[in-house]
């Protein structure tokens, strides 16, 4: 097994590590108080669990060389990771959608809030330290499943704090009786109404993640073009080589393939010029853009600079 996928395997291990972790804790803290702002937390780590499992399996195959069934490897499969996540987080954000509302039309006294919301601390300190861990081993991996199951994460500490405050209001409200009186007066049954309001906004957060996470999917599916500042790149290169030797190029496509990026583009050059000139100015231009991406792959195609077929060409961008 090659060095880097052992890397990237151990990062899919530690993901798997902190959501089980984190549901138990969860899950524990929801036992206690009987929070339902903390249930909807607890489901949403049993998400992260089931995705981190997904991504394990993805990392795996993604690793994998190209072969002849696959000649230009398997990095695209890391889509069908995020694409499976976004939809269990769409899932997860109706189901607390669906147990909040159900709460909200029946209040329910909490307890033990202190406990709650200790719990919920420890387990939201452990998915913050691995969402920056994973956020950054994307970065330098340039794997989309390892970058996703990191933001994915950090989703889930911002929804665990939104919860907390949550509670931590009601825990508050509630020790003050003179709060608490007006509030009942109101028919809210105490400050306990902000705990179902509360997974209801969470619920909206989780599915917006969600909606991303397969917007992001769609798009890498679809042979998305490399974003605008990676293209910016790609053109100064061959924009240097044109002033230098007197070609042109046009036909620049590119697309990514999970962590993998795959560029085309046809090279214009004198039709006097030997194979050799032509090869060596290709050589260069795919050298200097390799020089500026770890995961590129680049296929040039020489024509001469004077025929009038070369320039015939559908999407020519330069």
Known sequence: MAVKQKSLMIYGWLSIAAALSTIGLKSYAYWLTGSVGLLSDALESLINLVAAIIMLIVLYIAAKPPDDNHPYGYEKIEYFSSGAEGAMILLAAVSIAITAWDRLLNPQPLQQLD???????IASIINLIVALVLKYAGKKHQSITLESDGKHLMTDVWTTVGILVGIGIIFVANSFEESLAIAKQLGLNGWEIL???????VAINIMWAGLQLIQRTIHGLMDGALIAEEQAKITE???Q???LNGIAYHA???RYAGARRFVSVHILVPGNWTVQQGHDL???IEQNITAIFDNIDI???LEPIEDPASWQHLNATA
Do not use: K, N, Q, Y
């Open 252 to 254: 620049l496509r590119t």
């Open 115 to 121: 406990m709650g919301i200790a719990i919920s601390v």
């Open 299 to 301: 296929d040039t195609h």
């Open 195 to 201: 705990d179902p309001i509360i997974a209801i906004l």
């Open 282 to 284: 290709v050589e260069s």
């Open 237 to 239: 290169v061959l924009g």
């Open 241 to 243: 080589f044109v002033l």
